[in-house]
């Protein structure tokens, strides 16, 4: 797909490992933050979402960890399978809006079986 | 329900052409957000459209690229006289009608445009 290229940042695991994708954001006035998915050729897919009054939130395989004092978000995938494979976006709110996103340039991940 | 919908799928246009883009939202969304990813790079904010209204326009250039969503039919991203820096992936989001805006956005498929 158009988002992956020789210089996204990459992560390649075994099948059945668990993933930590990381994520570095820039604006310390954010307070909502989500996780994308994108498949080769589709649209990102949302997968969790957290805001800043929480550190932690888990979902189905999926945790996302926040740290607000470094401004780092992570994305925890447990039991990685070959269908995670996709390149994965940290999003936050940004200009106090309510409804405008700005996306991180993303971290491929691949899952060798 | 099926999902926000955007054609064509893949777009081929010279240098000078128009482009348009179409994105209809999933149904019972009244609120519509378009997206610009350039290669190997995250997904960038352009303009929010309501029905008839530009809402947020402030990720648009400032020249050739126009956004409109009417009463009927689907919202239109259009790129007057494209150059190769427009090439790229364009997506369509839309988020439920009745709350106001929102994170909850749906995206589509989207529309690559290649200027040759």
């Known amino acids: 797909g158009e988002s992956v290229g020789l210089h996204l940042p990459t992560l390649s695991v075994q099948e059945g490992d668990n993933s930590i994708i990381n994520c570095a954001y820039s604006n310390s006035a954010s307070d909502y933050f989500i996780w994308y998915k994108q498949e080769s050729g589709k649209g990102p897919q949302f997968i969790i979402d957290?805001?800043?009054?929480?550190d932690k939130r888990q979902g189905q395989r999926v945790t996302v960890l926040l740290n607000k004092t470094v401004k780092h978000l992570s994305l925890q995938i447990a039991a990685t399978q070959p269908g995670d494979s996709a390149v994965y976006f940290c999003?936050?709110?940004?200009?106090?809006?309510?409804?405008?996103?700005?996306f991180g340039k993303g971290t491929l991940l691949t899952v060798n079986p | 329900n099926a999902g926000v919908m955007q054609n064509p799928r893949h777009l081929v246009r010279r240098r000078g052409q128009e482009a348009r883009l179409r994105c209809s939202p999933m149904?019972?969304?009244?609120?519509v957000y378009w997206y610009r990813q350039l290669p190997e790079e995250g997904l960038k904010f352009m303009v929010y459209?309501?029905?008839?209204?530009?809402?947020?326009e402030s990720g648009m250039p400032k020249e050739r690229f126009s956004a409109e969503f009417p009463k009927e039919g689907p919202s239109i991203l259009r790129i007057q006289q494209v150059v190769r820096g427009d090439s790229a992936a364009y997506f369509c989001a839309s988020s439920p009608s009745g709350t106001g805006p929102s994170y909850e956005q749906y995206f589509g498929p989207g529309t690559r445009l290649t200027v040759t």
């Open positions: 957290i805001r800043s009054n929480m």
């Open positions: 149904k019972g969304h009244s609120h």
């Open positions: 999003a936050e709110n940004s200009g106090g809006s309510n409804y405008k996103l700005t």
């Open positions: 459209l309501q029905k008839e209204n530009i809402i947020d």
